[in-house]
């Protein structure tokens, strides 16, 4: 009896565990890899890092770690995230600092200008940070209370996202039973090539800094002071900067229904908030960095070729500004793997790239070289003759005319360091 007992026991508990095994595979196989494939590097060597960026998508398509790393041997990862505000990062900055303490963070204050709550469509928008925080991680059920103060049915939703991911069964892919890293230090960019109407219309109205948003910066300033974290502000320069104060610019916006589509056409005027709270600030607005006529991906963001030259303006601005490093050398060959898989990357994008405008927004790019053959005719937009100009002076670049090829341009790409040829394309323009 007792024998019978015993095994209907064990047979019941066997089976309850293999309930449990494929209950957990199915829920990592059914998740948004999103969040994995973005944030999976920085917990595996989450004090690896001197400086974390963190902010909205102006931040999240701006810094670029390995850029950083290569140039000035300051190691980084891109935190940010699409339309996250202040209060979203402020519960960001929160949770990561639960598994490392760096030295500087770098913070877009972008999104600054309403009442910092989430809307409708922004609900599932912590998912892409929140998804890879372990449940049991200090202060991740106090933010999902604190972002979600009246909606329980999102409060569980994130602690217990199976209930979000369980219908994505059509929407499975070979990404997600191998799921690959992005292996760009948390960054993200494109290749795409967007003209400005009007870049030179004039600086737009400014709006002042939400009192909520304020208060989340305060919170964030007193977090990092706690910690002993340097923590720098920023607002990154984007094409829409330039042209709204020109009404065909608004014009655009309505045509194009952006408003309706996420996106927001205010600005802040940030100097006085930033004095008020003490705060470290760069405002890259009004400068030079970028080519306001080339190094737009869209009306909100730059390319890959811009990001490139913000990223070399945070490098330079550590450097002259103190940051300390003390690298152990054995990190080096941590760094040098990771640089390896970066550029495999941007090959990976380069070549699945068609446009040719967008390929030639990325000239300044040295892990490439560029050779570029003309016809004496061709037929260039204006941006892409103006991408062009620029290029003639750079190192990587061979422009060339040669009425024999058999279109209006003709694009060979080779990566550097192996000399692999990942592009030769004809463009008919």
Not at 66 to 93: C, D, F, H, K, P
Not at 180 to 202: K, Q, V
Not at 400 to 428: M, N, P, Y
């Amino acid at each position: 009896m007792i024998k019978k007992l015993f095994i209907n026991v064990t047979e019941v508990l066997i089976s309850l565990l293999l309930i449990a095994i494929i209950l957990g595979f199915l829920f990592k196989l059914l998740q948004d890899k999103q969040s994995i494939r973005k944030y999976r590097e920085f917990y595996e060597a989450a004090e690896e890092y001197d400086v974390l960026f963190f902010g909205s998508s102006h931040m999240l398509q701006t810094a670029l770690p390995l850029e950083i790393w290569r140039n000035y041997g300051i190691r980084s990862y891109n935190m940010g995230n699409g339309t996250e505000n202040i209060a979203v990062s402020y519960q960001v900055i929160k949770n990561a600092l639960d598994y490392c303490t760096p030295k500087i963070i770098m913070l877009d204050v972008y999104n600054s200008f309403d009442d910092q709550r989430l809307t409708k469509e922004q609900e599932n928008m912590p998912h892409q940070f929140f998804d890879t925080v372990r449940p049991d991680s200090p202060h991740k059920k106090e933010s999902i209370y604190e972002l979600f103060p009246d909606d329980e049915r999102q409060r569980w939703n994130y602690l217990l996202d199976f209930t979000v991911y369980h219908s994505r069964w059509n929407d499975l892919t070979k990404g997600d039973f191998y799921v690959r890293d992005d292996g760009l230090g948390g960054a993200r960019f494109t290749l795409d090539s967007f003209s400005p109407r009007n870049p030179d219309s004039g600086r737009p109205a400014t709006v002042e800094m939400s009192p909520e948003a304020k208060n989340y910066l305060i919170k964030i300033r007193d977090l990092c002071s706690e910690k002993g974290i340097r923590l720098i502000c920023v607002v990154n320069p984007y094409p829409a900067w330039y042209e709204m104060a020109n009404e065909g610019f608004l014009q655009a916006v309505k045509d194009q229904d952006l408003e309706q589509r996420g996106m927001k056409f205010q600005d802040v005027d940030f100097e006085p908030a930033m004095s008020e709270l003490g705060l470290e600030f760069i405002d890259l607005r009004d400068t030079d960095i970028i080519d306001k006529y080339a190094d737009g991906c869209d009306f909100m963001h730059v390319t890959l070729c811009g990001a490139r030259k913000i990223s070399d303006f945070y490098g330079q601005y550590l450097k002259d500004t103190g940051i300390e490093l003390n690298t152990p050398r054995s990190s080096e060959g941590l760094w040098q793997k990771r640089y390896r898989t970066y550029i495999m990357r941007k090959a990976e994008m380069l070549k699945d790239c068609r446009n040719c405008a967008a390929i030639l927004t990325d000239l300044n790019d040295p892990d490439f070289l560029f050779d570029i053959k003309l016809r004496s005719d061709p037929n260039l937009s204006t941006t892409m003759k103006h991408m062009l100009e620029n290029a003639s002076d750079y190192k990587n670049v061979s422009i060339e005319t040669d009425d024999s090829i058999d279109s209006s341009l003709k694009i060979r790409i080779s990566v550097k360091e192996t000399g692999e040829c990942i592009v030769d394309e004809l463009f008919d323009l």
